[in-house]
């Protein structure tokens, strides 16, 4: 396996956008460390993700473990084009999933098993999900972009309630993480951009609920 590795193809800042077409990183700790990447030019997502392995910050507690990219990167070629998928921005990143924006404007996300925490089904809140499939532990989503401009604060307060109102008990979804929430462009929806901040409440009510749903289908 070839990567160039030469620094020279990067032009690296702080929140200032470069004069050249290379990649752009700024570094925001706003609300949670991650690292954002914005291409003049569309890049591959294989490319993307060797992009982030080549970054030293990673081991600085910006990003998770370097091993997660690799295992994404692998489980992904058995996975018919998604690794050629046209990339322009790394969006957000966390210790277990990568959030990229597409060249045609959708939301491509990697994830290290599923998002839905202890696989829950999706609720009314959730973002639908376009396009999805995995390999190992490795998951991909396709979702519409959403808008995240000038979301009232209150607003963290309704999707709390309608997290609860679903029986689930809302997680990491303090007041002010309007990060956390984004609007349809086409339909003015209010929809949780992370799953994992809408949990069972205990495994009792997980199981509880399974069970309940294979009822329904039988």
């Not at 370097?66 to 790394?90: C, E, M, P, T, W």
């Not at 089904?121 to 808008?147: C, Q, R, V, W």
């Amino acid at each position: 396996m070839n990567v160039n590795l030469n620094p020279n193809n990067y032009n690296i800042s702080f929140g200032k956008k470069s004069a050249i077409e290379r990649p752009v990183m700024d570094y925001s700790y706003e609300y949670h460390p991650y690292l954002s990447m914005e291409y003049r030019k569309p890049v591959t997502l294989k490319k993307a993700l060797y992009d982030i392995l080549r970054d030293k910050k990673i081991d600085r507690g910006v990003i998770g473990e370097k091993d997660v990219i690799y295992r994404f990167i692998n489980d992904l070629r058995a996975q018919g084009d998604i690794l050629k998928s046209k990339i322009i921005k790394l969006a957000g990143f966390g210790a277990r999933a990568a959030v990229f924006e597409t060249e045609d404007g959708q939301i491509l996300k990697l994830t290290d098993g599923n998002h839905f925490s202890m696989k829950r089904p999706a609720k009314d809140f959730d973002l639908p999900i376009l396009k999805s499939g995995h390999k190992g532990k490795t998951y991909y989503y396709i979702e519409e972009k959403l808008s995240r401009h000038d979301i009232p604060d209150y607003f963290v307060e309704e999707m709390r309630d309608m997290i609860k109102a679903a029986g689930l008990r809302p997680h990491d979804l303090y007041d002010g993480d309007t990060h956390q929430l984004g609007l349809s462009p086409k339909t003015g929806k209010l929809y949780l951009l992370d799953p994992e901040c809408a949990r069972y409440k205990t495994v009792f009510h997980a199981l509880f609920d399974k069970a309940k749903r294979l009822v329904k289908r039988i």
